[in-house]
């Protein structure tokens, strides 16, 4: 187990020079006035990669430590959130989610749900106002407020 | 916890005060709003303010335009966008320019995003190309260049600010294909923009430079360079009157850029309509002259209907001519 | 001669005008020091601001090039505070910055930042005052085949990074200029790894690239350390608020090399404040890290980019009011701006505009004293953002990368993106790489490929044009050298000290 983490990383760059090497190989060119065109770069860092890869193989480092169990589940339900509030950013507008997702990573780090929930409420209004008003900056309202206020 | 009692009313006040801000935002109409398919700074940025700075200084517009920018796929994500996401918006209009048709014909937009897509609103302002060299280059006319380039196409070193099927590629493509020297058989160097290109020129990297005209005013002037030919129908006038045009000078090759919007697909016909007039407007007030000039623009006046055909014939030709310079099947 | 000097002080030092300086300082500090809003936005959110005001150009002008050199100084403290930087000119900044921070130093780095960014935004600006025609006409020389060798240069001062471990570094910078064909070849137009994906079009953005890498991966390092409890995330308290003179001192030469490189880099058009920095730390690095200290918070290490960075703003104005020709992202649309009050900057403007070029070198000078009164006593401030508690820090790193990258594109994909290179960014520090070699593979790499192909299109592709000129001969022979010198003097040192230091 040691010595894995290099050893599967040196793998997985072989696979992405492979995939490189095969992707910039099979590119369309109707024609280039350089001699090189766009090709030519690609291949060789595929090729410096693979190399590079090989005696990464050989030689690896130390592997660090993985993270597992309970902090792999924190992890990715924190990316989970992350791309929550990418998804919803436009739609449920800035301060819903903003609020919401500012109050489950509080929580993630360790703040108390009631903390938790005035922080996040807090940051969402103020980070609101200050982009708004301060620096002029437009965010996204939401599309669900429209029909709830009646506006045209 | 004695605290207790007091910490729900915080989040009483501050639930009510988002909710309150969220409606006070959203009770002002929305502001009309140009989207530049860029980042900021670059021409389409320019198009966009010179409307939103134009309307509200004639005040037809009743709140001041916001600008934003929307870059990607040189302007496809933006024609993504108006096509899918905000068809019907009324006070919404892109900044486009004789790339956007380009790009439109060479199916760099996506093959299932065609001319018709969305309604094309109007222009503005138009800029020509513009054959450019060195005060001390070899050639005195557009003739000569052209003749030492039939001679061999090699020996000539042009550069300009994009890449193969760019605008100003095209330009250079143009005037090969007038003296039937292969496209192909040039010596080209693209550049990252105008501005490196321009200074490859200055530094003598580069001999010909296929620029845009009202944008080397400032080099004109100081007579570090010398305009072998305006890309335009006839002569321009003012500080331009003594540059001729390659027409006149036998060979047929025109490259206008105009700047000009177009909206999203379902908007309505009255909302289409009151904008072609509102611009139909501006482009007559003094004050939007001014404007114009200084943003190094010749006037071009098509608007709604008229545009839109316009625009459709010009991609309908670039379809043919990249066909004609080998650049599509 | 200097007329137009005298006559722009007179402008700029009027009420307004030294207002608007002021103005534009401290939103440019600001602007800067919200990872990913920076200065182009900054301008961009102001600019239409300055012409509703109906603000004359010179005070416009001077407004926004407040913002652009304040936000070089803002773009440092989120790089130190946080190991996010600000902006791209901010990115060597984290190197030896963020650890000063994790040993209490913040308050002292903070203003050793602005220290260094005041001398080299003056070096450059006295730079621009003197020479500007003159460097104009030097900088066009620059053609493809030099800018290639200056690359090349680039790329064999980054081998004193190599450090603990040169495979991973070498491989982390081979990794950045792969991410760098993603997009239109800009020589073909053909598209490179797309995927048919519009947004990718266009290359990865830099700020898209530079959030994701350094803010996304942030979070969840710092999640794990918040569950493990251990020492890594932990930060030393805050001790000391002012840099010493001693420290400014200890770094002086460091300063004075990184401000001559970063103005020189500058006036290039087509390089900026990342390149800048980038040479000036790795070159500072080749010069005086002889313990290794480099990477570890050493002080030098972040004065240098400082420097840079402020030096690089400044001299991107010379191509800028000498020949029309933006050098940086953020003087194009400084051009843009003077285009609406119907300026056209260029070889002319010097003798036709001497109120507005005068004016605005005016308040580049005053503006620039203005940052450094304003950031020292700030660094205090600033410093205490570490004493924010994790639970609410980290959802304001997450709020600002959304907004920063939102606000750049309006667009979901580019927020995706972001996430998405956030993950790669993690996997790569859990991997024992340092991001910064991906970073300047990124940077480097585009403009390498770039101008090789665009010099082997002048010459036909005959490979001799990359040494004809002797500014690309310098550059080969000073990449040589930087690459040599340091494994012989290490073979000469160990040959005749073999007891070691």
């Known amino acids: 187990m040691k010595l894995a983490a290099d050893r599967v990383l040196s793998l997985l760059l072989l696979g992405l020079a492979a995939f490189v090497a095969v992707q910039a190989w099979q590119l369309q060119v109707p024609f280039s006035y350089d001699p090189l065109g766009p090709k030519a770069v690609p291949l060789m860092l595929a090729g410096l990669l693979a190399i590079l890869a090989v005696v990464l193989f050989v030689r690896p480092g130390a592997s660090g430590e993985w993270p597992t169990g309970a902090l792999l589940l924190r992890l990715v339900f924190t990316m989970a959130v992350l791309g929550f509030y990418a998804a919803l950013f436009i739609n449920l507008g800035f301060l819903v989610t903003t609020a919401l997702v500012s109050i489950v990573i509080a929580w993630l780090f360790g703040a108390t749900p009631l903390k938790a929930v005035v922080g996040g409420l807090l940051l969402a209004l103020g980070s609101y106002l200050l982009f708004t008003y301060g620096l002029g900056i437009s965010l996204p309202t939401g599309s669900w407020i429209e029909p709830l206020l009646g506006s045209d | ?329 | ?501």
Request: proline share 5%.
């Open chain 2, 1 to 329: 916890m004695p605290n207790s009692r007091i910490i729900p009313r915080w989040l009483v006040a501050v639930v009510t005060g988002g909710a309150l801000l969220a409606g006070a935002v959203q009770a002002q109409a929305k502001p009309p709003e140009c989207i530049a398919p860029a980042k900021p700074g670059g021409g389409y940025d320019l198009t966009c303010r010179l409307a939103a700075n134009g309307l509200q200084e004639a005040k037809l517009i009743d709140e001041p335009m916001m600008v934003s920018y929307m870059p990607g796929g040189i302007g496809a994500v933006a024609y993504n966008h108006l096509t899918g996401v905000r068809d019907d918006d009324p006070n919404l209009i892109v900044a486009a320019s004789t790339g956007a048709a380009l790009n439109l014909a060479l199916g760099k937009f996506g093959q299932q995003h065609k001319v018709d897509d969305v309604r094309w609103l109007g222009a503005l302002g138009v800029d020509y190309g513009a054959v450019v060299v060195r005060k001390d280059a070899p050639w005195n006319n557009l003739d000569e260049l052209m003749k030492a380039m039939k001679k061999d196409p090699s020996s000539v070193v042009i550069g300009a600010g994009g890449t193969i099927g760019s605008q100003d590629w095209m330009k250079a493509a143009l005037m090969a294909k007038a003296d039937d020297v292969d496209p192909r058989k040039l010596r080209y160097v693209s550049f990252e923009g105008g501005g490196e290109a321009l200074a490859a020129l200055l530094g003598e990297h580069i001999q010909v430079f296929t620029g845009d005209l009202a944008e080397l005013k400032p080099q004109l002037d100081s007579g570090e360079i010398r305009i072998l030919a305006a890309l335009s129908e006839e002569r321009m006038g003012g500080p331009y009157a003594d540059i001729p045009t390659a027409k006149e000078q036998g060979y047929d090759v025109e490259w206008p850029i105009w700047r000009g919007y177009y909206m999203g697909p379902n908007v309505s016909d009255e909302a289409y309509q009151q904008w072609a007039d509102r611009l139909r407007e501006l482009n007559d007030t003094d004050s939007f002259k001014k404007l114009r000039e200084g943003r190094g623009l010749f006037p071009m006046s098509k608007f709604g209907d008229d545009f839109h055909q316009y625009v459709k014939k010009q991609v309908a030709d670039f379809e043919q001519l990249a066909k004609e310079v080998g650049l599509t099947q």
């Open chain 3, 1 to 501: 001669m200097f007329d137009f000097l005298i006559q722009g002080f007179g402008v700029a030092l009027t009420p307004l005008n030294l207002g608007l300086a002021f103005l534009g300082a401290l939103l440019g500090t600001l602007f800067g020091a919200l990872p990913g809003i920076g200065p182009i936005n900054g301008i961009a959110i102001l600019m239409p601001l300055a012409y509703t005001l109906g603000l004359p150009a010179e005070s416009a002008l001077i407004l926004l090039a407040g913002i652009y050199t304040g936000s070089e100084y803002g773009g440092r403290m989120s790089s130190i505070l946080l190991n996010v930087p600000g902006d791209a000119g901010a990115v060597m900044t984290t190197l030896d910055g963020h650890p000063l921070a994790k040993k209490g130093l913040a308050g002292p780095a903070l203003g050793l930042s602005a220290v260094s960014s005041f001398i080299g935004a003056t070096v450059a600006i006295v730079g621009l005052t003197l020479f500007a025609p003159l460097l104009a006409v030097v900088a066009v020389k620059f053609g493809p085949a030099e800018f290639f060798a200056l690359m090349i240069f680039a790329f064999a001062s980054m081998s004193a990074m190599m450090g603990k471990d040169p495979l991973k570094t070498l491989i982390g910078a081979v990794l950045g200029v792969l991410i760098s064909t993603v997009g239109v070849d800009s020589g073909t137009g053909v598209l490179r790894f797309t995927f048919d994906m519009p947004e990718l079009y266009d290359g990865i953005d830099f700020v898209v690239m530079i959030i994701g890498l350094f803010a996304v991966s942030e979070i969840l390092l710092m999640l794990e350390h918040a569950f493990r409890h251990d020492q890594d995330g932990e930060m030393a308290p805050v001790g000391r608020v002012m840099v010493k003179l001693s420290e400014v001192m200890f770094c002086k030469w460091a300063i004075l090399r990184s401000s001559v490189i970063g103005f020189v880099i500058g006036v290039l058009p087509g390089t900026g404040a990342s390149v800048a920095s980038a040479v000036a730390y790795t070159t500072e690095k080749r010069i005086s890290d002889r313990d290794n200290t480099f990477g570890t918070g050493d002080m030098r290490g972040l004065a240098a980019p400082e420097a840079a960075n402020n030096a690089s703003a400044a001299g991107s104005f010379v191509p800028m009011l000498t020949l029309g020709i933006p050098g940086s992202g953020t003087t194009a649309i400084l051009l843009g701006a003077l285009m609406l009050y119907n300026i056209n900057p260029g070889p002319m403007m010097f003798r036709e505009q001497p109120v507005v070029v005068g004016g605005l070198i005016a308040s580049l000078y005053i503006g620039n004293v203005m940052l450094l009164l304003l950031n020292l006593p700030l660094a205090g401030v600033f410093a205490r953002v570490l004493q924010v508690p994790r639970w609410i820090l980290v959802p304001s790193v997450a709020i600002l990368a959304f907004v920063g990258v939102y606000q750049l594109h309006s667009d979901l994909m580019a927020i995706y993106l972001m996430l998405v290179i956030g993950v790669f960014g993690y996997l790569l520090r859990k991997f024992g790489f340092s991001l910064a070699p991906v970073v300047l593979g990124f940077v480097l790499g585009g403009l390498m490929e770039e101008n090789l192909r665009r010099a082997l299109s002048i010459s036909g592709g005959d490979v001799a044009i990359l040494f004809q000129s002797g500014l690309s001969i310098g550059l080969w022979i000073a990449a040589a050298l930087v690459v040599l010198v340091p494994m012989f003097a290490g073979k000469l040192k160990a040959k005749f000290l073999p007891a070691g230091k």
